[in-house]
């Protein structure tokens, strides 16, 4: 269906949940926004208190990136670290996402079970709060997020997870 535009325009659209990779950011720009909105992914959880990683605010205003939250929010320090809990350097690296230090409204235990929240996200990478994402570190040190490590079918070698299954279902949706 067409519908008249909006007055509302420019307009900033922000997205949260499953990652949102370049194919659906661009449907939404061009479908949602009609190529006239800014649309900015983030990347956040319950337990982090709220926003982590997004586009904006940004230095310069630049451009959001297509499929990328882009940029540690204020008081976060995103690493990413290999399955053995190694750091990883530099720039086009992928790994899991952790956040070092704490931070302004992190969740602190889980009601009823601290054991619990302390397994979940302190002790696979301790010192490190651990997201149960993956993500992966471009040229430009902007962040992308990959999808969950830790909720993964492994179907004859190859890995599926939430966000590979939330992509099916939208394509199945769209046809």
């Known amino acids: 269906p067409s519908y008249p535009p909006s007055p509302c325009y420019p307009l900033t659209v922000c997205v949260v949940g499953e990652p949102l990779n370049d194919e659906a950011w661009v449907w939404y720009h061009s479908v949602v926004g009609e190529g006239r909105c800014t649309v900015v992914d983030t990347w956040w959880q319950t337990e982090t208190g709220g926003i982590s990683i997004a586009p904006r605010p940004s230095p310069d205003d630049s451009t959001p990136k297509p499929g990328f939250p882009m940029r540690p929010?204020?008081?976060?320090?995103?690493?990413?670290?290999?399955?053995?809990?190694?750091?990883?350097?530099?720039?086009?690296?992928?790994?899991?996402?952790?956040?070092?230090?704490?931070?302004?409204?992190?969740?602190?235990?889980?009601?009823?079970?601290?054991?619990?929240?302390?397994?979940?996200?302190?002790?696979?990478?301790?010192?490190?709060?651990?997201?149960?994402?993956?993500?992966?570190?471009?040229?430009?040190?902007?962040?992308?997020?990959?999808?969950?490590?830790d909720d993964v079918i492994n179907v004859k070698g190859h890995r599926i997870g939430t966000a590979e299954i939330m992509i099916h279902e939208w394509l199945k949706q769209q046809w």
């Open 73 to 149: 929010f204020f008081g976060i320090q995103p690493v990413l670290v290999d399955d053995q809990g190694n750091e990883l350097h530099g720039p086009n690296v992928s790994g899991n996402l952790c956040i070092r230090h704490p931070w302004p409204g992190m969740a602190r235990s889980i009601y009823g079970d601290h054991g619990r929240f302390m397994d979940t996200y302190y002790r696979p990478y301790p010192g490190l709060y651990f997201s149960g994402d993956g993500a992966r570190r471009d040229g430009e040190g902007h962040y992308q997020i990959t999808g969950r490590v």
